[in-house]
């Protein structure tokens, strides 16, 4: 599977964006989704994931309530809307396609990652 992340970009604090990712494949509606995020000297750290059906979504409490995944199987296609953002949640964000569904989510559960796109929020 191949992943494209897109949409990032500069935003004031409080503004929303929205990050979508195509995957290649015909496999798309088999892998949980999920989106990470990178910010300068910090680990890479879990954000959001989707079940394969867009029924089961878990967040990272840093992000509850702000932002929404979803997922497109007909699009092969990941969506991350943020909203009211604030600059600690200026990263590199990436989406990653995996095979294990967890409410404690780790990168080891994910096999495949974009490239990654810049956010950045300026306070």
């Known amino acids: 599977v191949l992943l494209q992340a897109s949409g990032g970009g500069m935003v004031q604090a409080g503004g929303s964006l929205r990050l979508s990712c195509a995957a290649s494949?015909?496999?798309?509606?088999?892998?949980?989704m999920g989106w990470f995020r990178q910010a300068p000297g910090k680990e890479r750290e879990f954000v959001a994931g989707?079940?394969?059906?867009?029924?089961?979504?878990y967040y990272a409490d840093s992000v509850k309530g702000r932002f929404t995944i979803a997922r497109d199987n007909a699009k092969n296609t990941v969506y991350l809307q943020m909203n009211s953002l604030k600059s600690e949640d200026t990263a590199v964000y990436y989406c990653?396609?995996?095979?294990?569904?967890?409410?404690?989510?780790?990168?080891?559960?994910?096999?495949?990652w974009g490239q990654g796109t810049l956010v950045t929020v300026s306070s």
């Open positions: 990653a396609a995996g095979s294990i569904w967890s409410l404690r989510p780790s990168l080891d559960h994910y096999v495949y």
């Open positions: 989707v079940g394969r059906s867009s029924v089961s979504t």
């Open positions: 494949g015909r496999t798309f509606s088999t892998y949980v």
